[in-house]
């Protein structure tokens, strides 16, 4: 599992040359500058389509959307055919591109335990589009294809639990971390990147746009993800040993996360009890599998 | 140099083999089954050093030989009917990005499961070269030459080798294997161009993708470079011959028995040797029948047709597809080339539908067709262009 570091361990050394045409407050341009910093100037990028997020200095390969999980392989598999294993294939992909489309090429490749790095800047929405539901996408939250109606209360249905889904292929390799927690996350890319097989990390990307709130809460919305208990960061090693990174003492009110945010806005009482229900209930699991150190899939 | 009697597929895992392919993706589907069960015992056995990919489905496999291709490995697939319709998108980005990828096509049509050239001629917009080949020996041969043209700098184009599924998937003939030494000094190993290494890409690339220049230029240049294949696909013929000792025609076209023919049939795939032998009973009775067989589909033999245009007084081609409501391919292709000829050169035309869905076409349906052109190239009425043999 990763080890701690401090923030004074953060390579200075930016890979990032310019922010792309990200928009303001974006977190996926900074998710992109904090995972790249990491994994240094010896991968091969690869992209399918998603958002832009920050412009890195490394060769970068594009394919189609469904096929994210398949170029790594290929390329994985190429570098080791032409004797040049120490060059990592890694994805950079949207939630979309892994929870959706991309599924079923990465599933796959997750089975096969491909000598891959995925790392998925997640921002529950098809925001390259312009914010229509993903299976990424949490209950309630207003997109362009869930607006609120008589017949509409925002999406209908959970967030798709795609770490879980991953740990169930026995893969090396599961993480999720957040941008607003910047010493894990790069601790988790590190980790990441000095294994062997098949690696995703998931990390919580805000956006400002799609999530209706000002440019400089980014962060701020980000921790309180995580202080709530809604984006609980975690690593799971070859489908059994877990590790909870982040244990605050008493979990903030969901509301915290939510008010700020006008996708949510439109919450009553009882659903906003709802979601503070079952964030609490699936906190005490994700508490139990660190006290035991294990998940049971 | 041996001998082996081995069914079609047989024939193209023996060429991956020979040409040391270094990653090799596919997906199973009938007709081209075989062909991923080949590749998986050569694997377990450890017959040279190479990388199988069993995936989950034929999308995937065509991105990964895609992936593996970029960074400079020789990389083939596999698929058939159905299968090569599912790969359609990723095909285009294969094409796009220049990249050498080999690919048999084993033919299936799409509807039903025996044979007919639906399947790869739906994929005409996606920017591959595109050959069709007749025996189990061609096969073989073809692959190897469809490695040397698609990996010459002047070209960098995938390639598709389609050949029709059971007849020739899955029925055994003589063929020759040439000698692994001589065809690794024919064939060397590929590049990647351009360098995607992270200690050889060339760094005023990073970030480059959208906007810049002339939209249209990426098109053309595509479109330039696959009509270049013709030359290129003449020499390397020229050169497989004298190292193998064997060529089929003059790479775009096999003519058979076209010394004194005054009409030709016009064919492909499995069914122009069936055609062989109806040419050569036509011939036996004075009839002045010969066969062109179209080898390459994509990019089309027109400097060759045109000289054959202005010599005979009819063609007779036979479609194995059909593009409903449009017509058969190589026939509105072949009358396309031949609106440059004057009017007195041009020979009559007549379009024939067959052997779709796997249709036995037999030695005497070529006979039939020979005749009706005959007629027709002799001053008689057009009654139907159009006959579904």
Known sequence: ?297 | MSYEVMVGNKAAATACKLARVQVASAFPITPQTTITQYLSEMHANAEWDFDFVNVEGELTSQVVVQGASRVGARTFTCTSGPGLLYMHHPMQTTGSGRLPVIMAVVHRSYKGMQPDHSDLMSQEWTGWSHWYVEHAQEILDTLLMAYKVAEDPRIRIPIAVGYDGYVLSYTAEPVEIPDQDLVDEWLPPPKAIPEILPDKVDPSTFGRGWGGGDPQMAWKIHHDVILKIEEVHKEVMDSFEKTFGRRYGNAMIETYKMEDAEVAIMAMGTIAGTCKAAVDRMQANGKKVGLIKLRSYIPFPNKDLLEWGKKLDGIAVVDRSICPGKGGPSFQKLRDTLFDLKDKERPKMLQFHAGLGGKEVRVRDFEMIGDKILKVAKGGKVENLVTWV
Request: proline share 7%.
């Open chain 1, 1 to 297: 599992m990763s080890e701690r570091i401090t923030r004074v361990q953060i390579p200075m050394e930016e890979m990032g040359i310019t922010p792309g045409s990200a928009c303001q407050g974006c977190g996926a341009a900074l998710a992109a500058r904090l995972a790249f910093k990491a994994l240094g100037p010896n991968v091969i990028r690869h992209g399918i389509p998603c958002c832009p997020d920050t412009v890195t200095a490394t060769p970068q390969v594009g394919g189609v959307f469904e096929g994210g999980g398949a170029l790594l392989t290929g390329t994985s598999r190429g570098l080791k055919a032409i004797g040049r294993e120490d060059v990592l294939a890694v994805g950079f992909f949207g939630d979309g591109g892994t929870y959706d489309i991309g599924f079923q090429g990465l599933s796959a490749a997750a089975e096969r335990n491909e000598d891959i790095l995925v790392i998925t800047k997640d921002n529950e929405a098809y925001m390259n589009t312009g914010n229509q539901r993903s299976s990424s996408t949490p209950k309630y939250a207003i997109t362009s294809t869930n607006p609120v109606g008589p017949n509409s209360r925002g999406k209908g249905q959970p967030k798709k639990n795609i770490p879980f889904i991953f740990a169930a292929h026995y893969v090396p390799y599961v993480a999720t971390t957040s941008v607003a927690f910047p010493e894990d996350l790069i601790a988790k890319v590190n980790y990441a990147k000095g294994i062997k097989g098949f690696r995703i990390i998931i990390i919580q990307s805000p956006c400002p746009v799609g999530w209706r709130f000002e440019p400089e809460k980014t962060i701020e919305i980000a921790r309180a993800g995580v202080q709530s208990g809604i984006w609980p960061l975690y690593e799971i090693m070859d489908g059994k040993d877990f590790k909870l990174n982040y244990k605050p003492k008493e979990l903030k009110p969901i509301t915290e996360y939510l008010k700020p945010q006008a996708r949510f806005r439109h919450m009553t009482e009882a659903e906003i009890a709802e979601v503070q229900e079952d964030t609490t209930s699936k906190w005490q699991n994700v508490l139990k599998a660190d006290e035991m150190g294990r998940v049971v899939i």
